[in-house]
């Protein structure tokens, strides 16, 4: 990937990732549902790695996996499998 593309692909994510966390927070229940949004994403990636057992189809446990699946939760993991499908 080359370099200009993964600037942009990182601002997205990085303005996606603001407008998320304010719709959260301006919203009634921004704190719990920020936290049951982390929460679902780490477990789904956790799950995925679990039946990555039995398919061969698992994702990278590190800073960025995680920190992708706590702020965009379950999408985000569908989302590492296919962007690791692809590339």
Known sequence: MGLGLKIFVGTVFILAAIVII???????????????????????????NTAGLITGVTIAVNWYTIGFGMIFGTPAVVALLIMGTIF
Do not use: C, N, P
């Open 22 to 48: 304010g719709a959260l927070l301006k919203s009634k229940h921004g704190l719990r549902g920020f936290i049951l949004t982390a929460l679902q994403g780490i477990i789904a990636i956790f799950a995925v």
